[in-house]
């Protein structure tokens, strides 16, 4: 296994100076840290004149979130981020990747800008910048404004240009600030969870064909920001959309090619039934190669998004990275071996899934990999010597990261890891009742205790 400073030479020298264009020299250091979103760890609900989103409505559903539980405090981190600001630095991150609330900064999702709430940002990012974490901002983390959701939200093809008036704002107050930025957090997980399956917000069960719809928005959405962003920011930046991606993996006799195949296949069958959302290709390929998978296309019929002259050009904008969030593989049967280790929401435990999806991701659509999310659920407490003692996160963090090396000895240019998450916080549907955390959150009284995964995350670093 690569030392600590063996992992990061590696990682430096396997990203090629000629991805750097743009006026861009060289990379800086390899990116060590940890990931977030405002909803799920913010709380200040309605504070300082933030307006409502769709997850604001949704908790209010009856039996609609475990537990009853609401983000309107969470974690609390919207007045507790400087004391979370030296969390990160006793972790020994360098990079905390945040999402800023739309409604925080347009209350309405258009129109006046919200002083107070662009100014929480600006302290945030100076926080960061103060403390040498380098900040990573995400524009949108599944918290549509309300009041554009009921003007038709990501129905409407209205939506791109709304989503772009509202990226062009942030940049212009952070960009001097913000070098690294994220589009649209996994369209696939809030499309199919929010209007397919109807469990996470707003709640819908959209028709196949509304559903394609809504997703194609989401795509041109992406690229307006991209274009805005760049434009406004004054100055060059790193952009990327974080997709989540499950490779399929080369077990139980299958290749690795078969598997890597497989993982960009767009299954018939899953496209003519309610499984077309999953698949890792349609979510990519428009983004990279600016175009949908043609047999899905052919399966989809009547049901394909339309696709106006243009669209795919805009949505297809230059990046300058692949952002992955990878939690897990899949086989290609389906089934696993038993006795394979899953977390605490079920997922299996698979660490060769962080070789293999940077691997194949470069390798189809020719960028560096820059890992913001990998983590795992577990059901952490407090013991009697006061501190959290979670062995199986140590190990799966431990596992991970070294097939993460593994893949940068091979060739494959990551850019930097960022672990999800770096407090235990509102999991959506799952309430409170899953916890990711390297820091464990008494949501009673906000007290925070740094895990034993913490600990071990540091001395990774």
């Not at 293999?356 to 999310?373: G, I, M």
Request: aromatic share 12%.
């Amino acid at each position: 296994m690569l030392s600590r400073r063996e992992f990061l030479a590696a990682a430096a020298a396997a990203v090629p100076i000629g991805y750097w264009g743009r006026g861009r020299v060289a990379p800086q250091p390899f990116l060590w840290g940890t990931s977030s979103s405002a909803y799920q760890i913010e709380g200040a609900a309605r504070a300082d004149g933030k307006g409502r989103s769709v997850w604001d409505a949704f908790v209010e559903r009856p039996n609609a979130i475990a537990g009853g539980a609401t983000g309107a405090v969470t974690c609390d981190f919207y007045h507790q981020y400087p004391h979370d600001i030296g969390l990160m630095r006793e972790l020994g991150c360098n990079a905390f990747r945040f999402s800023v609330a739309w409604t925080r900064v347009l209350p309405d999702g258009t129109g006046a800008v919200n002083q107070p709430g662009l100014d929480f940002y600006r302290r945030l990012v100076d926080g960061l910048l103060r403390a040498g974490i380098e900040p990573v901002l995400t524009l949108f983390h599944w918290d549509t404004p309300l009041a554009l959701h009921q003007r038709g939200g990501w129905q409407s093809r209205q939506m791109a240009n709304w989503f772009g008036d509202y990226a062009a704002v942030v940049a212009r107050a952070l960009g001097d600030r913000v070098r690294w930025w994220l589009t649209i957090n996994e369209p696939r997980s809030f499309i199919g969870g929010g209007y397919v399956a109807g469990v996470q917000a707003p709640g819908l069960r959209l028709s196949r064909h509304d559903a394609l719809a809504a997703a194609h928005h989401v795509l041109l959405a992406h690229g307006r920001a991209v274009q805005t962003v760049r434009a406004e920011a004054g100055r060059a930046v790193r952009m990327g959309i974080p997709n989540d991606c499950t490779p399929v993996l080369p077990v139980e006799g299958a290749s690795a090619e078969a598997a890597r195949s497989a993982t960009f296949a767009t299954p018939l069958e899953n496209f003519t039934a309610r499984g077309w959302w999953n698949e890792n290709a349609w979510w990519h390929d428009p983004v990279y190669h600016a175009t949908y998978p043609a047999q899905a296309l052919a399966a989809l019929g009547s049901d394909a998004p339309a696709i106006a002259a243009g669209d795919m050009r805009q949505i297809a904008q230059p990046l300058d990275f692949i952002a992955a969030n990878v939690y897990a593989g899949r086989t290609l049967d389906g089934r696993w071996p038993a006795g394979t280790a899953r977390t605490a929401f079920g997922w299996p435990v698979t660490p060769e899934a962080l070789y293999w999806a940077p691997r194949w991701l470069h390798d189809r659509y020719r960028l560096p990999v820059f890992v913001t999310e990998n983590g795992c659920s577990e059901p952490d407490g407090v013991a009697a010597d006061g501190k959290v003692h979670d062995p199986a996160r140590q190990t799966f963090i431990g596992d991970y990261v070294a097939a993460l090396r593994r893949a940068i000895a091979d060739g494959t240019p990551v850019l930097g890891y960022l672990y999800w998450s770096l407090l235990d916080n509102f999991e959506w549907q799952a309430g409170f009742t899953q916890r990711f955390g390297l820091v464990y959150v008494d949501f009673a009284t906000g007290r925070r205790v740094v895990k034993d995964s913490g600990r071990r995350f540091a001395a990774i670093q």
